[in-house]
């Protein structure tokens, strides 16, 4: 028998509905805003990490345990380094850091084992004789590395480590002075960042052909900002730009580095 349904009890039901969804929604909306302002909507249980670390490692992550599952395919990680199986290495770094994106070790030392490690062993890989192919392998190990680090920047985007690592990779692996310059100098920019990175970052524009002025002028502010900035490097890089942009003598910086040998500068090999 078909129940006869109040209208004032419908009406109730949608006022109240209505009322308390205005009231909750700008708790949403706050609570949307600081997740996506802390990252955490960053990581994406999908298909593929399925496929990765197996059935039962995805539901141990789906059940709120993706902190040690993350360590235990890390242990692995580790394992493949070892052996140098990079394959599966690169793969289990995939897993670990989707898993944990804001731990900046992860990303920091994924980089490093594709940039580094996996690259020199690409280049001594006497199992291919042709050099050509050698160092495009490593090419591409030093590329994975990049992509480590470009995508734990964009999810910890406020920490300096990772945009420091960047840095150096850009500096030492691509010869891409210009782009270890503004990386080093984003990441001194941030919070807690230490001093040394603003050095460095001057350090890099002194290598790349067309930015000497701005070169001279960080090292220079650099100089200015009083001793725990006035290292030898430093100091003996901004006598040979004065002297390679021609600045008057009595403009030059009165420090001396005659106890240090005098080296000109070069980009590193």
């Known amino acids: 028998m078909m129940r006869c349904v109040n209208p004032l009890r419908v009406l109730f039901a949608i006022l109240f509905l209505g009322i308390a969804g205005s009231l909750i929604l700008p708790w949403q909306i706050e609570l949307q805003h600081l997740d996506r302002s802390a990252h955490f909507r960053s990581a994406t249980l999908d298909l593929g990490l399925r496929e990765r670390v197996g059935q039962a490692a995805?539901?141990?992550?789906?059940s709120g345990f993706r902190a040690p599952v993350a360590a235990l395919l890390w242990i692995s990680a580790h394992a493949a380094w070892e052996k140098t199986e990079w394959g599966k290495m690169d793969a289990l770094f995939e897993s670990v850091t989707t898993l944990q994106p804001r731990v900046l070790l992860y990303w920091?030392?994924?980089?490093?084992?594709?940039?580094?490690?996996?690259?020199?062993?690409?280049?001594?890989?006497?199992?291919q004789p042709?050099?050509?192919?050698?160092?495009?392998?490593?090419?591409?190990?030093?590329?994975?590395?990049?992509?480590?680090?470009?995508?734990?920047?964009?999810?910890?985007?406020d920490q300096y480590?990772?945009?420091?690592?960047?840095g150096r990779l850009a500096g030492t692996r691509e010869s891409d002075h210009g782009a270890a310059a503004d990386a080093y100098a984003k990441a001194a920019s941030l919070t807690n960042a230490p001093a040394y990175l603003k050095r460095l970052a001057a350090y890099e524009s002194?290598?790349?052909?067309?930015?000497?002025?701005?070169?001279?002028?960080?090292?220079?502010?650099?100089?200015?900002?009083?001793?725990?900035?006035?290292?030898?490097?430093?100091?003996?890089?901004?006598?040979?730009?004065?002297?390679?942009l021609g600045i008057p003598k009595d403009q030059w910086v009165n420090d001396s580095?005659?106890?240090?040998?005098?080296y000109p500068l070069k980009a590193p090999k």
């Open 58 to 62: 995805f539901i141990a992550a789906l």
């Open 108 to 127: 920091d030392i994924a980089a490093w084992h594709m940039a580094w490690n996996a690259r020199a062993s690409a280049l001594q890989d006497l199992t």
């Open 206 to 244: 002194s290598l790349t052909p067309g930015r000497e002025r701005e070169a001279y002028e960080r090292l220079l502010s650099l100089y200015h900002e009083g001793a725990q900035q006035r290292v030898p490097t430093l100091v003996t890089r901004l006598h040979e730009f004065e002297q390679k």
């Open 257 to 262: 580095v005659s106890s240090y040998p005098f």
């Open 130 to 157: 042709s050099e050509v192919l050698r160092e495009r392998s490593a090419g591409h190990y030093v590329a994975l590395g990049r992509n480590f680090l470009e995508r734990g920047i964009k999810n910890n985007p």
């Open 161 to 166: 480590l990772l945009y420091e690592s960047l």
